[in-house]
């Protein structure tokens, strides 16, 4: 993009944020719920791409200053630090245009939510639940380490250890922009603890990450949900097995089922049921987005597509490797203590690199 077409598209984004700025600022908005939570993120999103337009265009008018002193000057002192912030300005000038090229790309709408989690296991029998459990506490630990939350909204325990599906919801500042890269199919190679002659064997678990709805994206019709309660089962102490707390929301025009046991109380356990079925739905129509643009971008995999294998855990070798964009690392049980985030950053650039070559093309 040309320089002087990139300042007059900032310039118009500044004219919208301070638009913005004054819709936000009217304290008749707050009636309209839905359009101030909608006008607050477009706010949230446009600040970045503000910053960097202030950035590029002091370093712009840097460059002229240094290139008008270097043109007038006769003290060769001054000419040589002239020079120097000119090399240095030029140098610095194509990253930030860049930056902003990959900010002006709108962003995909879903970044910015909560995300559900769901592991299961896949091919191996117990040693893939106990895969499971290992990529359920990486997680955990990344979790932790970005100080978001998890909650725990269904679990089934393998019989030798870890699960053989665990479904959580996860909240906090740009969950989904962050682990939408992690769904799909996750292969480990290590000698099971069951096996007795010390074998490599290969098992697999999926992980499928999904936005959460907000109440505002989808609208129930409490006609089309049939509830069920039934009794708790698993650790819980003396409520188990006595109080129906455990609830069963099954949408009958799309045949949906979820239920949630994680709480004591009925009423959590709903509320909770109902928001991953809002989810559920929502994603029935964002899986058809997703569909097309996992045939354009290798890092990204559809929700209807588990099958896909996007990594490998080597023990032997101690290896992790990404499939989509042959990144390998050496530090298999750092990485599984919850240091992903690596990895991730490297698939976020590869997808901006993509992404930039779309926009480029249908630009053409």
């Not at 913005?20 to 999103?45: F, H």
């Not at 970045?48 to 265009?57: D, N, S, T």
């Not at 909650?151 to 959580?168: D, L, N, P, Y």
Request: glycine fraction near 6%; hydrophobic fraction near 35%.
């Amino acid at each position: 993009m040309p320089e002087n077409s990139l300042l007059t598209k900032l310039a118009g984004i500044s004219r919208k944020y301070e638009t913005l700025q004054q819709q936000l600022s009217d304290p008749g908005l707050i009636q309209d719920m839905k359009r101030y939570v909608a006008l607050n993120k477009e706010y949230a999103e446009i600040g970045p791409v503000i910053e960097a337009g202030k950035k590029y265009r002091t370093a712009l008018d840097h460059l002229n200053e240094a290139k008008e002193i270097l043109a007038v000057e006769k003290d060769e002192e001054i000419r040589e630090m002239a020079k120097e912030e000119i090399a240095l300005l030029e140098e610095q000038i194509p990253d930030i245009e860049n930056r902003i090229k990959i900010l002006l790309i709108p962003a995909d709408p879903q970044d910015s939510k909560n995300a559900i989690m769901e592991i299961r296991a896949g091919t191996g029998g117990d040693e893939a639940s106990i895969f499971a459990g290992d990529l359920f506490r990486m997680y955990s630990r990344f979790i932790e380490k970005k100080g978001w939350k998890m909650e725990i909204t269904g679990v089934s325990e393998g019989t030798s250890g870890g699960f053989k599906e665990v479904i959580c919801k996860i909240s906090g500042a740009g969950v989904y922009g962050i682990l939408k890269y992690e769904s799909g199919v996750h292969r480990v190679q290590r000698v099971p603890q069951t096996e007795t002659q010390g074998r490599v064997h290969t098992s697999a678990a999926s992980v499928a990450v999904l936005p959460e709805a907000d109440e505002f994206d989808i609208e129930l019709n409490e006609k089309d949900i049939r509830k069920d309660t039934f009794c708790s089962s698993g650790p819980g102490g003396q409520s188990v097995n006595t109080t129906y707390s455990a609830i069963r929301l099954t949408h009958i025009p799309s045949g949906i089922v979820v239920q949630c046991q994680d709480e004591k109380s009925q009423l959590k356990n709903y509320d909770k049921a109902l928001a991953e079925l809002r989810t559920r739905l929502y994603n029935m129509e964002y899986e058809k987005y997703l569909n097309e643009i996992s045939a354009k971008r290798k890092t990204m995999v559809s929700t209807g597509d588990r099958s896909a294998k996007i990594r490998t855990y080597n023990y032997p070798q101690s290896r992790v490797t990404d499939h989509r964009i042959n990144y390998t690392m050496h530090n298999l049980p750092v990485f599984m203590d919850g240091e992903i985030q690596e990895v991730i950053e490297q698939l976020q650039i590869a997808e901006n690199s993509e992404r930039l070559k779309d926009d480029a093309s249908d630009a053409k």
